[in-house]
């Protein structure tokens, strides 16, 4: 007995589809302007949809992955910070693990982000393969249609029909071989529906998962930069409560100190260094004076200048070795202000992230406090190149880039080479 010919199946499949937009796909397109659209439709398509996505799920868990990491690694940063909570004698040390902290959750942030971005193509690819699944349903389902209307108008419209009409054994034989053949074929088209259906809604609930992520990620994100602000205003805090102690100040005065002379001397070992390598490579290493440029472009504001100032606290005044330029924020992209060989990229507990540069016999600059840094020791940069971001690391109130300039070995001011500064101390 031939199957039934499953048109109510096939109907309650399309349950979504209105009857009114049934009938308009059935009696209006046919094939060959179903084609003609759909070729229009899949070149439109290709030239919106980018050719190759650059994430996959898979980017995404590694993400995830590393984001575990951060997380145990600031919890113990954390542990420590607590450990030292009461210890004034190691306020400094607090105060370098807060900027290890921070960094921490700038990391995060980072990677915070990255999922986002990556959730978004994936949301893209997955909207374009439904679009063009959702296409070559109603395609067809044209074509279903197609076939329906040709056996309406032939009168072949229920195959129990072309059975019964049937006028002998051999027509009858012959009209079934027919029919199993219409049969496969529908079959085949049906069968085709109902994988693209199930294919469908896999799609769209894979799509709300990722929406549903998206928007986790989202609001993460938002408490990981309020988490950012809130330990950005602990660590700047930390420091001015020290200043505002005069046994403290004094300590830090003396570890400043000690710490800076340290660097002294770390920059003329490696200046020799650099030297010896210069004339070993037999390069002519000579000086230059002048030549800077500003060493970042967001602000002009200097806020503390060079030589001797006030602390605030009676009897502890200190020698400003540089200038301050402040209105930087967290954000600001630190330049080389003359080519040069990068002599130091490290972390100090009074200058935070710094970088010095040499750009000649006994000529370096030095650039302190930023939130990272994007040189190492030994690359040579040129002038204008990025060597880090602005920040608040190291002995630091709050975001400000701190500058010094040495020709001859000596400290110059650093106002000099900054045309246009604007005075704010
Ligand atoms: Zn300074």
Same mark, same amino acid.
């Given at each position: 007995? !031939?199957?039934?010919?499953?048109?109510?199946?096939?109907?309650?499949?399309?349950?979504?589809?209105?009857?009114?937009?049934?009938?308009?796909?059935?009696?209006q397109?046919?094939?060959?302007?179903?084609?003609?659209? +759909?070729?229009?439709?899949?070149?439109? #398509?290709?030239?919106? #949809? !980018? /050719?190759?996505?650059?994430?996959t799920?898979?980017?995404?868990?590694n993400?995830?992955?590393?984001?575990?990491?951060?997380?145990?690694?600031?919890?113990?940063?954390?542990?420590?910070?607590?450990?030292?909570?009461?210890?004034?004698?190691?306020?400094?040390?607090?105060r370098?693990?807060?900027d290890?902290? %921070?960094?921490?959750?700038?990391?995060?942030?980072?990677?915070?982000?990255?999922?986002?971005?990556?959730?978004?193509?994936?949301?893209?690819?997955?909207?374009?393969?439904?679009?063009?699944?959702?296409?070559?349903?109603?395609?067809?389902?044209?074509?279903?249609?197609?076939?329906?209307?040709v056996?309406?108008?032939?009168?072949?419209?229920s195959?129990?029909?072309?059975?019964?009409?049937?006028?002998?054994?051999?027509?009858?034989?012959?009209?079934?071989?027919?029919?199993?053949?219409?049969?496969?074929?529908?079959?085949?088209?049906?069968?085709? +529906?109902?994988?693209?259906?199930?294919? %469908?809604?896999e799609?769209?609930?894979? =799509?709300?998962? +990722?929406?549903?992520?998206?928007?986790?990620a989202?609001?993460?994100?938002?408490?990981?930069?309020?988490?950012?602000d #809130? &330990?950005?205003?602990?660590?700047?805090?930390?420091?001015?409560?020290?200043?505002?102690d005069?046994?403290?100040?004094?300590?830090?005065?003396?570890?400043?100190?000690?710490?800076?002379?340290?660097? &002294?001397?770390? %920059? =003329?070992?490696?200046?020799?260094?650099?030297?010896?390598?210069?004339?070993?490579?037999?390069?002519?290493?000579?000086?230059?004076?002048?030549?800077?440029?500003?060493?970042?472009?967001?602000s002009?504001?200097?806020?503390? !200048?060079?030589?001797?100032r006030?602390?605030?606290?009676?009897?502890?005044?200190?020698?400003?070795?540089?200038?301050d330029?402040?209105?930087?924020?967290?954000?600001?992209t630190?330049?080389?202000?003359?080519?040069?060989?990068?002599?130091i990229?490290?972390?100090?507990?009074?200058?935070?992230?710094?970088?010095? %540069?040499?750009?000649? !016999?006994?000529? /370096?600059?030095?650039?302190?406090?930023?939130?990272?840094?994007?040189?190492?020791?030994g690359?040579?940069?040129?002038?204008?190149?990025a060597?880090?971001?602005?920040?608040?690391?190291?002995?630091?109130?709050?975001?400000?880039l701190h500058?010094?300039?040495?020709?001859?070995?000596?400290?110059?001011?650093?106002?000099?080479?900054?045309?246009?500064?604007?005075?704010?101390?």
């Amino acid at each position: 007995m !031939p199957k039934k010919f499953s048109f109510d199946s096939f109907l309650v499949h399309k349950k979504r589809m209105t009857a009114e937009k049934r009938k308009e796909v059935c009696s209006q397109m046919t094939k060959a302007k179903k084609l003609a659209g +759909l070729l229009l439709a899949a070149l439109l #398509v290709l030239t919106m #949809v !980018p /050719t190759a996505y650059a994430v996959t799920q898979g980017d995404i868990e590694n993400l995830k992955d590393d984001k575990k990491e951060l997380k145990e690694e600031k919890k113990e940063i954390e542990d420590q910070i607590y450990q030292l909570r009461n210890d004034k004698e190691k306020a400094v040390e607090r105060r370098a693990l807060l900027d290890r902290q %921070i960094e921490l959750t700038v990391e995060e942030i980072r990677n915070t982000e990255a999922q986002i971005s990556g959730y978004e193509a994936l949301l893209v690819q997955t909207a374009y393969e439904l679009e063009e699944n959702q296409r070559e349903e109603e395609e067809q389902y044209a074509l279903f249609c197609e076939r329906a209307r040709v056996m309406e108008e032939s009168g072949t419209t229920s195959y129990w029909s072309v059975l019964f009409k049937a006028e002998s054994f051999s027509d009858l034989l012959s009209r079934l071989s027919d029919v199993q053949e219409v049969m496969n074929y529908d079959q085949g088209v049906l069968d085709n +529906l109902r994988q693209l259906k199930a294919q %469908i809604e896999e799609k769209q609930a894979y =799509q709300e998962q +990722l929406k549903g992520e998206a928007e986790e990620a989202k609001v993460e994100l938002e408490e990981q930069k309020n988490d950012l602000d #809130v &330990q950005r205003k602990a660590a700047n805090d930390l420091v001015a409560e020290l200043q505002e102690d005069l046994e403290m100040t004094e300590q830090l005065l003396k570890e400043k100190e000690a710490e800076e002379a340290e660097i &002294q001397k770390q %920059i =003329q070992k490696k200046e020799a260094e650099l030297a010896a390598q210069m004339a070993a490579q037999q390069v002519t290493w000579t000086a230059s004076s002048g030549g800077y440029i500003w060493p970042e472009s967001a602000s002009k504001r200097i806020t503390s !200048p060079m030589g001797s100032r006030n602390t605030g606290i009676p009897g502890a005044s200190t020698n400003h070795k540089g200038v301050d330029i402040g209105g930087v924020g967290y954000n600001t992209t630190v330049v080389a202000a003359k080519a040069g060989t990068v002599i130091i990229s490290e972390y100090s507990n009074s200058y935070g992230h710094y970088v010095v %540069i040499n750009h000649g !016999p006994g000529n /370096t600059t030095l650039y302190a406090h930023m939130s990272s840094r994007s040189v190492k020791e030994g690359d040579v940069v040129s002038q204008g190149q990025a060597i880090g971001i602005t920040g608040s690391t190291g002995i630091s109130r709050g975001a400000h880039l701190h500058y010094e300039i040495k020709e001859g070995g000596v400290r110059i001011n650093p106002l000099d080479h900054l045309p246009g500064y604007i005075k704010a101390w």
